[in-house]
């Protein structure tokens, strides 16, 4: 059975500074993964996705995540962050008719 | 494009009364659509499989008959939280999966249940 796992439970960064989220997962087939961001109270937003090809995927907001199979992690990253990017970040990873979530991790940006 | 909509946004009804919430595929046709449960500061849990014209595929401990849920078209999911009680009380979302073989699901807002 697939899962994921994300390490970080919550991350202080300020803002302008980098960001950096971890996810490592756990499959046994080519993983399709997706970064999800859901901000409170409400739904998720997709981010980007990893189905195949180019193991850097650019996203939506600045976003990109380096999928990397030899340490089964598909890390997501962003250059600045803005104070907007507070906010609950998912990791998921896609088996036939499943989908699999992290725990997620909690992103406080300080002024 | 791949939208999907959820109704109502939040519901506040009393312990013993069900409550129903809506899923909706607004620009596809959803031949899956799967419910999830949140609670506050933790992950998406999976519920039920819905499949169109067919039942509803429970996950390991979630009460079928508690949970009613119904996919009696390609774009409309319905969940029915029968006889709800307070710990019922939680973040309910919904997502559905476009026709054709496809990993990606598209979620609604999601449904906001109190039971007092």
């Known amino acids: 059975a697939q899962s994921v796992t994300q390490p970080d439970i919550h991350i202080t960064v300020s803002e302008g500074a980098s960001l950096e989220l971890r996810c490592n997962y756990s499959y046994g087939a080519t993983p399709y993964l997706f970064w999800y961001v859901q901000s409170p109270g409400q739904g998720l937003q997709l981010l980007l996705k990893?189905?195949?090809?180019?193991?850097l995927v650019q996203g939506i907001k600045g976003f990109e995540a380096e999928f990397k199979r030899s340490q089964s992690s598909f890390n997501l990253r962003k250059p600045s962050v803005h104070w907007s990017d507070a906010a609950e970040y998912f990791c998921?990873?896609?088996?036939?008719?499943?989908?699999?979530f992290g725990a997620g991790t909690t992103v406080t940006v300080r002024a | 494009g791949a939208v999907v909509s959820q109704h109502p946004s939040w519901v506040i009804c009393k312990s013993g009364t069900s409550v129903k919430i809506e899923c909706r595929s607004l620009?596809?046709?959803?031949?899956?659509m799967f419910w999830y449960r949140q609670f506050p500061k933790q992950s998406l849990m999976l519920m039920a499989t819905s499949n169109e014209g067919s039942k509803a595929t429970y996950e390991q401990g979630v009460e079928k008959d508690k949970f009613l849920i119904n996919h009696a078209s390609l774009t409309l999911s319905t969940l029915t939280v029968t006889s709800a009680h307070p710990e019922d009380s939680s973040f309910y979302i919904c997502?559905?999966?476009?026709?054709?073989?496809?990993?990606?699901?598209?979620f609604g807002p999601g449904t906001r249940l109190t039971v007092t």
């Open positions: 620009d596809f046709q959803a031949t899956t």
């Open positions: 990893y189905f195949s090809g180019d193991t």
């Open positions: 998921a990873v896609a088996a036939p008719g499943k989908l699999s």
């Open positions: 997502s559905a999966v476009p026709a054709g073989p496809s990993y990606e699901q598209y």
